[in-house]
């Protein structure tokens, strides 16, 4: 039942997606399109070609990067929750949205690719999560409070030093704050297959590693008195979120919040076992991050709010319903 009413929000998010937008694509010809493209079939759609191709050059990429950012985001919330016992715990715990924020403002600084930006903030996020892992052990071995607050300390390093980089190129700073509140911008589909490897590695091995996140959550000796090599099963999690964090920040920017708000919700609506938590987040990660893109697109329409804006205006309430929860646990 949980898995069908995910399925559902995904294909009803997916929906929303192809058929909100400036250009009005009447949805009978939508749906013919889409059928048109299945193997052995072949339907008069009625689409000109505008539509066709704002269908599937546009409005079909942005659905389907909206939807693989937001599960990549959310899964990989849940995986950190599980591997720090803590809820309040997201992808951007251990520096990977600073170090991304750094790289990708070098990279508006000195190249206009958006290849070179890709690459910047991916390899800006990887470097921050290694300084992260290998401060942590140095100073308190795998204990997750020394990991916490390494990445707390490389985040407010790797941001200081941004700002320095944005004040020696103030022409850059349009750019940067675009891509720091977020976006999805797409023309064609070479966003998605570029983040489509990641996607699908990092949630194959969360997905995988759901049974030991249960089992972490009765505490580090016990899990190894269970026979779980602890620090082994931590750093596969943390590895796999963090390498699908930094390749989804990469091609939409900083987007807060989702992997605090969806895991929750979740977790509030079928329970604490993360079985259930890690698929369902997958899930409705996508539809969330797909609706939010909507909202973007329409409430000031013509013009477009930057998503993560939106993941805000959620984000900030669900902070405070995360502190009442985890009051009325203690």
Do not use: C, K
């Not at 539509?51 to 079909?60: A, G, K, S, W």
């Not at 790289?103 to 921050?128: E, K, M, Y």
């Not at 700073?173 to 911008?185: A, D, H, K, Q």
């Amino acid at each position: 039942m949980p898995l069908t009413i995910g399925v559902s929000a995904v294909v009803v998010a997916a929906a929303a997606g192809l058929l909100v937008g400036p250009a009005d694509i009447d949805v009978w010809g939508v749906l013919l399109a889409i059928a048109d493209v299945l193997p052995l079939v072949d339907i008069d759609h009625g689409l000109t070609e505008v539509e066709h191709t704002v269908l599937f050059e546009i409005r079909f990429p942005r659905v389907v990067l909206g939807g693989l950012v937001g599960a990549i985001l959310a899964v990989a919330g849940a995986a950190y929750q599980g591997v720090f016992r803590n809820p309040l715990a997201d992808p951007y715990l251990l520096g990977v949205a600073a170090g991304a924020g750094l790289g990708a403002t070098v990279a508006f600084g000195t190249a206009s690719d958006s290849d070179f930006l890709a690459l910047f903030a991916f390899a800006g996020g990887l470097v921050a999560v290694a300084i992260t892992y290998s401060l942590g052990r140095s100073v308190g071995g795998r204990t997750t409070t020394s990991l916490i607050l390494a990445g707390v300390a490389v985040a407010a390093f790797a941001t200081a030093v941004q700002t320095y980089v944005l004040q020696r190129n103030t022409e850059t700073l349009r750019e940067v704050y675009s891509w720091i509140l977020g976006r999805l911008v797409t023309v064609g589909w070479s966003e998605v297959v570029s983040l489509l490897p990641y996607a699908v590695v990092a949630s194959a091995v969360l997905l995988g590693s759901r049974r030991l996140l249960d089992v972490l959550g009765i505490g580090d000796e016990e899990a190894s008195a269970l026979g779980l090599d602890v620090g082994r099963v931590r750093w596969v999690v943390v590895v796999a979120a963090t390498l699908a964090t930094a390749a989804a920040v990469s091609v939409s920017g900083l987007i807060g919040f989702v992997g605090i708000i969806v895991p929750h919700t979740v977790r509030i609506l079928f329970g604490w076992s993360y079985r259930v938590i890690v698929p369902l987040s997958l899930l409705f990660g996508a539809a969330f991050l797909m609706f939010a893109d909507v909202a973007a697109r329409t409430v000031v329409s013509p013009a477009e709010l930057p998503i993560g804006v939106v993941t805000a205006f959620f984000g900030a309430p669900f902070f405070v319903l995360v502190l009442r929860t985890m009051r009325g646990v203690r």
